[in-house]
């Protein structure tokens, strides 16, 4: 299946929309303007004024409008020895995670497989490095990529972090988490084999490897390992961006349900937020919502 991205004015995209009034779908997707299906081809056209073709006769549908997006090109880090010369060419499954130095809410980790084929419409779409990219842009780009490539999120709550650990210390938390998600990943695309899997590194190889040993579906082949894995390969960035995105809505539900705003981070403000929650429920509450062993809890204790 082909995918075409263009990128049109609020006139144009006004001007596709009353063409394909009659292929309109009923569907609703976040921060999108309609999405329609023709000739086997589905369009969806996003809020941020790009529109993406998927489908046999994708080139041909896109043509009638425009043409593909221009990707801005950066220049590339050097590539580490440990990593192949090509590794942003390959078909890739990489993997990162989020929420870990958070002290409300989850850690959430993505595996997400991004093959030869995909690089371009993942450009074009500018995925790239969580961190460069606003929150609504995040969770806009995390809708499209869940239709685009395979991927699989873990989430892992507040309770059942403070559960685990001590037993699970934060790396081999993490490190679980990762392989897991890979195994899974590995499955679904199956028989498809990477041509590597590339994790954001945040432990040195032999103490993820000596950890992994410890699980029950370990992956120790085709491993590398490099920090800033995004800026090595689309298929880091594009797990970067789901992590992120599942990150602030677990974030947002759970204030929603508490009633109160909970902060990403560990600062000050996490203090005080969780001393209201303290005054609320106890740590039976806390719990549900926040890393315990974090020092915010006997800071939010003193507060009150």
């Given at each position: ?7 049109v ?7 596709m929309?009353a ?42 549908e ?24 090509n ?32 690089l ?14 606003k ?34 210390n ?21 028989p ?85 929650i ?17 020092a ?9």
């Amino acid at each position: 299946m082909s995918n075409v991205i263009i990128k049109v004015s609020e006139s144009k995209m006004n001007e596709m929309k009353a063409a394909y009034q009659a292929n309109l779908l009923q569907k609703k997707i976040p921060y999108t303007n309609f999405s329609a299906k023709k000739n086997g081809t589905t369009i969806t056209a996003y809020t941020s004024g790009k529109v993406m073709f998927q489908g046999a006769n994708a080139e041909q549908e896109a043509r009638r409008w425009g043409n593909a997006a221009a990707t801005t090109t950066a220049s590339k880090p050097k590539i580490p020895a440990s990593l192949p010369n090509n590794l942003s060419q390959l078909s890739v499954l990489g993997s990162d995670e989020v929420g870990n130095g958070s002290y409300f809410g989850p850690v959430t980790v993505c595996a997400a497989y991004v093959d030869r084929e995909h690089l371009k419409t993942l450009k074009n779409l500018g995925v790239r490095d969580s961190k460069e990219l606003k929150d609504a842009q995040i969770i806009q780009l995390s809708q499209v990529l869940k239709e685009t490539i395979p991927y699989q999120l873990l989430v892992l709550t507040p309770k059942k972090y403070n559960e685990i650990q001590p037993e699970y210390n934060a790396v081999r938390m993490k490190v679980a988490l990762h392989n897991q998600a890979i195994h899974l990943l590995l499955q679904k695309i199956s028989p498809t084999k990477p041509e590597a899997i590339l994790i954001d590194q945040f432990t040195p190889e032999a103490n993820f490897k000596k950890y992994a040993r410890l699980e029950k579906n370990k992956i120790q082949e085709k491993l590398y390992f490099v920090t800033k894995g995004e800026q090595y390969h689309l298929a880091v960035a594009a797990a970067s961006i789901i992590s992120r995105a599942s990150f602030l809505e677990e974030l947002d539900k759970a204030s929603a349900e508490l009633g109160i705003t909970l902060p990403s981070g560990a600062g000050t403000k996490s203090d005080t937020v969780a001393a209201t929650i303290l005054k609320k429920g106890g740590l039976p509450l806390l719990a549900n919502y926040a890393k315990l062993h974090f020092a915010n809890t006997q800071k939010a204790q003193k507060l009150i």
